[in-house]
């Protein structure tokens, strides 16, 4: 059996052999996105705008194509190129470097650390989408049907105007038939349940503190994951989708409530 050693070098995983040279071939190279964060979103493009396609688990590694720009991986997943976050929140890279028999038989991190002996290491199996994710993707997809559309207070029009907790209470009743206050204080104190801000998901409402409420019950939005909230106002003064990291939005975060159980 060959004899591996796992070492960190700058931040990646390298799985080198302890004594190469009792091995004819050739060392080969791979390069995976690693996510360290639940339910990552993969999109069918480097832009939030676009599809989202499905969601990789804590600990998942695909096999990287490219680094699109700063903000997008380019990676491979059941078949296809699709894109990944590049926040170091979400994900990291991985490097595996392996030094074996074949110089043509590619290798994944899984045949890398299993004995010479067992079989090629098969690519994951499809996973069943949680009903809550699907009632998610609803709410983020009816959201972004009025991205652009001007904030204008007490108003809860589609394509007309929004004031931040009407177009909240708008799109879940839209999505899924949930109906509840439009009022970003009821919101706050009585819809769905508390849930902790370590561990929001999509779909879950967003409270912020305003000089006027700094329990949150001043300002609502939509978490669609990866950092982002989706959300009307908020001194853009239409519905627009922010990141919360480095922005008023992630430091003024209060407070969350989960509607979709």
């Known amino acids: 059996m060959r004899n591996l050693k796992l070492s960190l070098i700058t931040g990646a995983l390298t799985v080198a052999a302890i004594t190469p040279t009792a091995f004819a071939g050739t060392t080969q190279v791979h390069n995976f996105v690693e996510t360290n964060h639940g339910w990552v979103s ?22 990287l194509v490219a680094k699109a720009n700063a903000y997008w991986y380019e990676i491979k997943w059941n078949g296809k190129d699709v894109y990944i976050t590049t926040d170091s929140f979400y994900t990291h890279l991985v490097t595996v470097t392996t030094t074996g028999t074949s110089p043509t038989q590619p290798v994944s991190p899984t045949a890398a650390s299993a004995p010479a002996s067992s079989s090629p290491a098969t690519s994951p199996a499809p996973t069943t989408t949680p009903s809550w994710q699907v009632e998610a993707d609803k709410v983020i997809a009816t959201a972004k049907t009025q991205l652009n559309v001007p904030y204008l207070w007490g108003k809860q029009e589609p394509g007309v105007g929004f004031d931040c907790s009407n ?41 912020f503190a305003t000089a006027n409420n700094p329990t949150g019950g001043g300002h609502v939005g939509i978490y669609m994951g990866n950092g982002m909230v989706i959300q009307e106002g908020g001194g853009w003064g239409k519905v627009t989708i922010e990141p919360l990291r480095g922005t008023w939005l992630g430091r003024n975060l209060v407070f969350a409530r989960r509607v979709i159980q």
């Open 42 to 63: 993969y999109h069918s493009a480097a832009s939030l705008k676009s599809p989202i396609l499905g969601r990789l688990l804590i600990g998942d590694k695909a096999p």
């Open 167 to 207: 177009f909240t209470a708008w799109t879940f009743r839209t999505a899924l038939g949930i109906r509840f206050s439009g009022s970003s204080v009821t919101q706050r104190n009585s819809v769905g349940t508390p849930v902790a801000l370590s561990d929001i998901r999509e779909g879950d409402l967003l409270f």
